[in-house]
């Protein structure tokens, strides 16, 4: 009975700490934009921004449209998707800086179309 009992205890103790890590890791992926003072829509845990999306309230395009109306009075806005995140951008001459002067400075960005589509466009 001893043997069992600290047996499911430290299984317990071992949950509860992963439970704890695995809140943390979360919790601090969806505040980055805050820290960064970016304007954002308030993230639910796990699912960032996509909630509305993966429940079929909204495609992704009319929820980008949404944020992008919303927060009209910026240059950017904030994004989680899921645990990463990602920046819209409004002022067209921010836009014009970051896709053609700045391009290889930014080696994150997402590609327009797949390279098995078409190896062109995907650079």
Do not use: C
Not at 51 to 72: C, D, T
Not at 80 to 100: C, H, M, Q, W
Request: hydrophobic share 45%.
């Amino acid at each position: 009975f001893v043997i069992s009992f600290q047996a499911t205890m430290w299984t317990i103790i071992l949950l509860v700490f992963l439970t704890f890590v695995i809140y943390r890791h979360f919790k601090k992926s969806l505040i980055y934009w805050k820290e960064q003072n970016v304007q954002h829509d308030r993230p639910f845990p796990i699912f960032g921004n996509m909630l509305p999306i993966l429940l079929g309230k909204i495609s992704n395009v009319e929820m980008i449209q949404k944020l992008y109306n919303k927060y009209s009075s910026g240059r950017y806005v904030g994004l989680y998707n899921f645990g990463a995140t990602s920046l819209v951008l409004r002022d067209p001459e921010l836009i014009k800086k970051i896709t053609v002067k700045e391009f290889e400075t930014f080696p994150e960005h997402r590609p327009f179309i797949p390279s098995d589509v078409d190896p062109l466009w995907s650079n």
